[in-house]
């Protein structure tokens, strides 16, 4: 189509000339970013200079950067005179196209010209803008630099370059082309195969990793013999190398597998090591891979390609080869190298299984080099996040290798200490099924990974499952490897945490003293498991009711974790929230709140410092019981809207959602602060509900399920449903003096709260006999000064009062609320109602498990 001119039907002016412009693709979808940025810096040139800077767009065979350029030329059309489009593959073709324009110059009148001379002269026409000063040429599949840009014309005109060759990135103004984001191409496969779903087309997209080429060709054979997308996936898993070859598309020059076929030769040609690297590349992931990452073959690959990395001139001479032909993506500011999967399936597909095995065994050996090491260190989180994305792909968890192993237990340790527990148990199990076919149930690893899949199902709140999982891999392990192995340990410490959620509280306790005491004679006093197993110590003591114990035991943790890591490490941080907890929990509010807030500014830091997710479960724990911190300290405004921010961040952000045990007891949370700063009826509602889940969750009859009944009968008796509230006390007490026993916190709690019920049913004889024994129990259990003992006396005070022991009361409300002004201030809204004669409520907040 040398010299004609497109057919329009819009009225608007087009081109005089249009030469060889390859025709425009109806199928042609998105890129609109992509196209505005190249026409914003092709039009900001000042048409006037006679120095024009080309336009590249540099990218990937098959990428789609010619049907880039095609929409261009046909989109923006009107805005020149003339056209041309020129095959750049070779210097020669080059030439020969530079020639043909001779003719539509008006340079051949006086008559034939010699190739040279009319390049030449068309080079020196475009230049000066005569005849035709607004002209557009496309050099399209340049080679390198070097060689094209002396065929490049300079004028007032535009041109643009498309080329897979990193070259022109540093000498042109140019445009990296990627492949279609996600939407683009779930888009334009549901344009070019008619009835296909929005989720079959984003599975084929993401198998075909949303290569436009490779789309284009599984679109076309759909569409060509009726093929269904599953029945495409399914021949791509079984033969992507054929596949890739077949139905070569109308509006592509070649199919995808010959697009990386001539890649490779060349490489080939140019550099046998390059080669060699690239084939290493093809068995990591399609994610990008370290630099670094490879660096280590010099060191550990006792084969020929470990001696050849040690040249780092060789390696960098390879790695710029490989850029050249666009065969891998370099990212040179973030030292990473990226293959798209279907160049290393093409790259795989060449390869005996005998050169398989070898490569591959190579890349595992690469990867365990990689391992950063101590999982629980967020310092190492971005390394591991680095690697984790060529586990799956490079099938390293296949290998019987001791340090393989490692690896994968290493790596689901991370990701459940990262907060992603949902694909950490992913990984275990798809780890656990080859483990366990190749070495038995009884193997160490296979326990080991075991035991670290139900600290994972620990965290995605599957208690029972953790519970069902762990007790027998403790007692496996323990018959295999020892009582005081140092995994056996790890395990043991799990499965306190699992008796917690069970609500057997003395046995979580005692079993956890044992294994304090077992830490500190294998990985000494400081060891990191020994001051995670202080830590389930500590709550243990709290879930007993003896606060004053696990205040000590947290704030010694807090110094040995400050001695070992820092000020601001992760697990400082939480230490100090845990500190914070306890304060809380023994009465002293204030102090409470005023941890509570720094360790929460300390975890906002990390998040804003991109250390941390904003709904990592330690962030939002830390949040929850800031919440709960600031309504005891009496900022009940405050902590209402503290407690909806984190009930959202909970029920929204997995692995949590509404039925997570962490989101039930935001919920309560949540509840309580709306009880005394807002609407009853809303938290009536909250409570209501909580309480249905946690009898599903947790069971009828767990500890935290009677405890949340007992926020449910404050809200029924504000809205004076006083015998609903009696009911549920009277069924709560029973419940928890079954399970707790009559002298626990919880338990006194519910009795408090029962005797507030039958003193506003007109009963106060029986509430002081309900009163008086429970506010003797209280002073010796959380002693005198405790918040809770205070409101207890408070309301004893009034029912002395009410049975005509008046001097009685009088004295004990003098001395209460000389006690409680000492401890929580003249303006705490608690310690105005005593003042002013009124009951005062206990709630129940489920602590951390």
């Known amino acids: 189509m040398v010299g004609s001119v497109p057919v329009q039907d819009t009225g608007r002016r087009v081109p005089i000339v249009w030469g060889n412009v390859p025709q425009r693709n109806k199928n042609f979808t998105g890129r609109t970013k992509q196209l505005a940025d190249l026409r914003r810096r092709i039009t900001s040139d000042d048409l006037d200079i006679t120095a024009v800077l080309p336009h590249a767009l540099q990218g990937m065979g098959g990428v789609g950067k010619t049907q880039l350029a095609v929409e261009y030329a046909h989109q923006f059309q009107t805005d020149y005179d003339l056209v041309w489009w020129v095959g750049a593959e070779q210097p020669v073709m080059i030439r020969s196209a530079l020639a043909t324009l001779a003719p539509q110059l008006r340079l051949t009148e006086s008559g034939p010209l010699r190739t040279e001379d009319a390049v030449a002269l068309v080079l020196d026409a475009l230049r000066r803008g005569e005849p035709y000063r607004r002209w557009l040429l496309v050099f399209d599949n340049a080679e390198s630099p070097e060689l094209i840009r002396p065929l490049i014309p300079h004028g007032p005109g535009h041109v643009i370059v498309t080329s897979r060759d990193r070259g022109w990135l540093g000498q042109v103004d140019a445009i990296e082309v990627d492949v279609f984001d996600r939407a683009e191409s779930t888009q334009f496969l549901q344009r070019r195969v008619p009835g296909i779903t929005p989720n079959d087309a984003y599975e084929l997209a993401d198998a075909l990793g949303d290569l436009p080429l490779a789309l284009e060709q599984a679109g076309a054979l759909q569409f060509e013999t009726g093929m269904a997308a599953q ?22 020059p070649t199919s995808v597998a010959a697009v990386w076929s001539l890649s490779m030769s060349r490489l080939q040609e140019q550099s046998q090591f390059a080669l060699r690297l690239l084939r ?99 310092v190492n989180w971005l390394q591991f996040g680095q690697l984790l994305p060529h586990i799956v792909p490079s099938e390293v968890y296949r290998s019987t290798l001791p340090p393989a192993r490692r690896l994968i237990e290493t790596i689901v340790r991370y990701l459940n200490y990262a907060g992603d527990p949902t694909i950490g148990l992913v990984e275990a199990d798809r780890a656990l099924a080859v483990w366990i076919a190749d070495s038995g149930p009884d193997d160490p690893d296979v326990l080991v990974l075991q035991g670290i899949k139900s600290d994972i199902l620990w965290a995605l709140g599957r208690y029972r499952d953790a519970y069902e999982l762990r007790r027998p891999t403790l007692e496996a392990i323990t018959r295999v490897l020892g009582p005081n192995h140092e995994e056996t340990l790890y395990i043991l410490n799990g499965h306190g945490a699992d008796l917690r959620a069970r609500g057997d509280f003395d046995q979580a306790w005692q079993l956890d003293e044992d294994s304090l005491t077992r830490h500190r004679t294998v990985f000494g006093e400081e060891g990191r498991p020994t001051l995670r197993a202080a830590n389930n110590l500590a709550v243990d003591y709290g879930l007993i009711g003896s606060y004053e114990r696990a205040l000590e035991t947290d704030q010694r943790n807090l110094a040995d974790q400050r001695a070992v890591a820092g000020g601001d490490d992760l697990w400082v941080i939480h230490s100090m929230s845990a500190v914070a907890r306890d304060l809380r929990q023994a009465g002293r509010y204030l102090e409470a709140r005023q941890l509570a807030e720094q360790a929460n500014l300390l975890y906002r830091d990390l998040v804003q410092r991109r250390e941390l997710r904003v709904d990592h479960p330690l962030v939002l724990l830390a949040a929850k019981d800031l919440s709960v911190a600031r309504r005891k300290a009496g900022d009940f405004a405050g902590a209402l809207e503290l407690a909806r921010e984190v009930y959202d961040r909970y029920t929204s952000a997995p692995p949590f959602g509404s039925e997570h045990p962490d989101s039930l007891a935001a919920a309560i949370s949540l509840g309580n602060a709306q009880r005394v700063a807002s609407d009853p009826n809303e938290a009536t509602e909250r409570i209501e509900k909580t309480i249905r889940r946690f009898r599903d969750v947790l069971g009828p009859e767990h500890p935290y399920t009677y405890g949340s009944a007992l926020n449910l009968a404050l809200v029924y008796r504000q809205l004076e449903r006083v015998k609903e509230a009696e009911t549920l006390l009277i069924e709560a007490r029973a419940g928890l003096q079954s399970r707790l026993g009559a002298r626990h916190h919880y338990t006194l709690t519910c009795v408090a709260n029962l005797a507030t019920v039958r003193a506003v049913l007109g009963h106060p004889d029986e ?56 401890v929580l201030g003249e303006d705490h809204p608690d310690v105005r109602v005593g003042l002013s004669g009124g009951r005062l409520d206990f709630d129940f907040e489920p602590p951390a498990l």
């Open 767 to 822: 509430a002081l006999s309900l009163g008086e024994p429970t506010l003797a129990a209280f002073r010796q259990l959380l002693g005198p000064e405790h918040p809770h003992t205070l409101v207890c006396a408070a309301n004893v005070a009034l029912d002395l009062v009410a049975v005509d022991r008046a001097d009685e009361g009088a004295a004990l409300t003098e001395d209460t609320m000389r006690r409680y002004r000492q």
């Open 231 to 252: 029945e495409y996936l399914q021949l791509f898993r079984e033969a992507s190398g054929r596949l890739l070859a077949e139905s070569q598309p109308t509006d592509y």
């Open 280 to 378: 290493r590349c093809a068995f990591f992931g399609p994610e990008p891979i370290s630099l670094e990452m490879l660096d280590r073959g010099r060191y550990i690959l006792d084969s020929d390609f470990g001696t050849e990395m040690q040249d780092r001139l060789a390696v960098s001479r390879a790695i710029r080869e490989i850029g050249r032909y666009a065969l891998a993506r370099i990212d040179s500011s973030a030292r990473t190298l990226q293959v798209h999967r279907l160049v290393q399936i093409a790259i795989r597909n060449e390869l005996s299984e005998e050169d398989q095995r070898k490569i591959s065994n190579e890349v595992h050996q690469l990867l365990i080099a990689a391992d950063p090491g101590e999982p629980d260190v967020p």
